[in-house]
């Protein structure tokens, strides 16, 4: 059967061609560019910033309103339909340049440090369908840092990967760590991205150590009792018009994976209201009070990014400790209660010796002071002794007889 010609990405609905689409990318910085992402507080300044970093990497910017600051310091950037082809043309050469400058591309080297990227993920839905910024993040590893010297030794991952529903080890597991850490991934499979006749587009496929790009509407199913795994960006599966089994309520809302290390009570706001944002009000508003609300709703974000990335970190240590066996200590309420009463006993015990020997050590203080005064004679005694010495018995007794 001869070989179906392959379809553009940004083709109108039309016979058998795709729908359009819309493209998200989301940029994690490294730690220190980070720091100073993290500390723009207007969102032109976050704007500003994120035009000359995606121009740095060769992308155009979207517009300003699509331009946004998630979870604290990564960014996130929006192109409708109408402007996803200049970025699919790109997107390609941008992920190829960040893969041959660990093979010493000196123009892929010197962008990527200008740019300061651990890892860039793109996500293609159909267009005009909600897109949820959060899920991809929870899902999104923490790329490891790879030691310039031993690049060498690191296998390069291919620039086409087979969309395929075989189990596959994720790219930022290492060969020396046991398999048990590693459970094979289950995703199963898309009938039009496993049929011969589909090729998907060489650029949209690609994934290295330091960059992932990842083509994510479908998150894979959890049976309960299993270990749930981050997705491989190997192999996601590119969400096309008709394709059986994948509805806008699966791609727009992924099943949410319990977290063992956290509780509910751990999770101060959800992502629906972490991502939400205040509009302010139309009916007769000065510009100063437009200001201010603007202002005030962009610290609430801020500070609600805080907190997400903070809840995330927490989280991803808790994990670290379970695996290296670590446990923690946890008292029942009466347990301490019960710890604290005897502490406060023996203090008070330690406290009731202590006045008792300091009473003593008053005592025999003024003691010593009483003995070690010099002795004193009042002179008018003295001499009233002298006098008393100087009689006899005779004169010291009336003789009666007389």
Known sequence: MPRRKRQPMLDTVGGEGLKPIDVHVIIKYTPNKA???RSLTQHEQ???????DLDLMGLPPPKTQNIKRVAGD????????SACKGVIDRLHPVLQSFQEASQLS??????????????IVATSVNAGEPFDVQSVLNGMPEPQSVDPSSMDLLPSPPLRAPLSSLPSKPWWISDAQPPSHAPPLDIPSSPRASSPQFEAPSGLSASIAGTKFSLHCRSPTIEPGEVPEEPNPLLCHIQLSGEPG?????SSSP?????????SSDTLLDSDDALSTFVPPTDGLVNETRETVERLARELQDAQDEVQTAQARTRSLARELERLGARKLTFAVDERRRMCECEASDASEALRVERRRRIRAEQA?????AESQTPFIVPALFEAFKVITALSIGDTFLDVES
Request: aromatic share 10%; proline share 2%; glycine share 4%.
């Open 246 to 250: 994948i509805s806008s309520a699966s």
């Open 74 to 81: 990564f960014l996130y950037g929006f192109w409708p339909d």
């Open 106 to 119: 000196d123009q892929g080297s010197k962008k990527r440090a200008k740019a300061d990227v651990l890892a």
């Open 365 to 369: 203080l003024a003691e010593v002071s």
């Open 46 to 52: 976050i704007a500003s910033q994120a035009r000359k």
């Open 35 to 37: 720091l100073i992402f």
């Open 255 to 263: 099943r949410r994976v319990e977290d063992h290390c956290s509780s």
